[in-house]
């Protein structure tokens, strides 16, 4: 059974930074083809915040480019989002997503506030 656990997420002020990390198991991060960050904010849906392809490509939703980057690890079997320059509408919980080709998985969320 595969799951992916997110942590890192907590209260900072506009602004700050934050790094998320998820960590998967039962699963090396190289058996997933794409590893990615969403998030879902009170009253919305869910949105894809990045993407890290196994070639290595990214692609990052246009409201967090220049401010997040995602990233892997793959000896510690973690995918990283690092957040910079946080704003009040970055509040959300965050989800960790895993894609095989067969199977999708989805981390239970860490939450993000930010808030003077």
């Known amino acids: 059974q595969v799951q992916l656990v997110e942590s890192g997420g907590g209260l900072v002020q506009p602004g700050g930074s934050l790094r998320l990390s998820c960590v998967a198991s039962?699963?090396?991060?190289?058996?997933?083809?794409?590893m990615g960050w969403y998030r879902q904010a009170p009253g919305s849906q869910r949105e894809l915040v990045a993407v890290?392809?196994?070639?290595?490509?990214?692609n990052y939703a246009d409201s967090v480019k220049g401010r997040f980057t995602i990233s892997r690890d793959n000896a510690k079997n973690t995918v990283y989002l690092q957040m910079n320059n946080l704003k009040s509408e970055d509040t959300a919980v965050y989800h960790c997503?895993?894609?095989?080709?067969?199977?999708?998985?989805w981390g239970p969320g860490t939450q993000v506030t930010v808030s003077s």
């Open positions: 039962s699963r090396t991060m190289s058996d997933f083809d794409t």
């Open positions: 890290l392809r196994s070639g290595g490509s990214t």
């Open positions: 997503h895993g894609a095989t080709y067969l199977s999708t998985y």
